[in-house]
């Protein structure tokens, strides 16, 4: 139980695009999920809190206006990157907070040319 | 990074010998908990300490938290070359806001 989906596994776009990430709740509702980045062998760091129904929380450092999060359901929470440049290319993860702890999508690894 | 730091960053060790991880955490936490990954995978939970426990088991992995010191350690026994991977710590805080220690790449050689 508890698993989260995240799609796409892989994107690669175009400089000035945008790229949306999905992140689903398969059997669990997910009133809360969390976004992170991830660099090549660095660490997790924390990007935003979304919430349910309401604004995403986003860290310090963090561009709202470029990393727009909606969780307008339970069990969907979408990140999009807008007018992506190369350094936003990243591994990106989402999870979830449910009952027993916290289960984390695979990832999606952003390539931006 | 947003949370603490761990070390070693890289250990490399051989197999059936037992590694082990510390990390430190800056704020005041409900619960701590080590996460695996695999390269470029998600992360896959091991275990969770409550910050009123002190030390927990679950089958080669025993983990340890000293909220004085802030700092939590996990111990991998009889390490196996499928133990390879990267380990964080992840320090629960407040609104159920999870956030990582640096990782530690753990490399068993055969």
């Known amino acids: 139980g508890a698993v989260v989906s995240q799609h796409p596994s892989w994107v690669i776009c175009k400089s000035g695009t945008s790229v949306k990430i999905e992140c689903r709740s398969l059997?669990?509702?997910?009133?809360?999920m969390f976004w992170y980045r991830q660099f090549p062998k660095q660490s997790l760091m924390l990007m935003a809190t979304s919430n349910e129904g309401s604004k995403a929380t986003y860290e310090q450092g963090v561009e709202k206006d470029k990393f727009l999060i909606n969780h307008a359901s339970l069990t969907l929470s979408t990140l999009t990157v807008t007018s992506a440049h190369p350094e936003d290319s990243s591994f990106y993860i989402c999870?979830?907070?449910?009952?027993?702890?916290?289960?984390f999508g695979s990832g999606t690894r952003l390539t931006v040319v | 990074s947003q949370q603490g730091e761990e070390d070693p960053q890289a250990l490399s060790i051989q197999e059936g010998e037992n590694a082990t991880m510390n990390c430190s955490y800056k704020t005041s936490i409900n619960n701590l908990q080590w996460y695996r990954q695999n390269s470029g995978r998600g992360l896959v939970h091991l275990i969770l300490?409550?910050?009123?426990?002190r030390e927990k088991h679950s089958g080669r992995l025993r983990v340890t938290l000293d909220t004085s010191k802030k700092s939590s350690s996990l111990l991998i026994t009889a390490s196996r070359a499928a133990d390879t991977a990267s380990y964080f710590c992840g320090a629960v805080q407040g609104a159920q806001k999870l956030v990582f220690g640096q990782g530690t790449r753990l490399t068993i050689n055969p």
């Open positions: 059997d669990f509702q997910a009133t809360t």
């Open positions: 300490i409550r910050s009123n426990e």
């Open positions: 999870s979830a907070s449910y009952p027993s702890g916290y289960t």
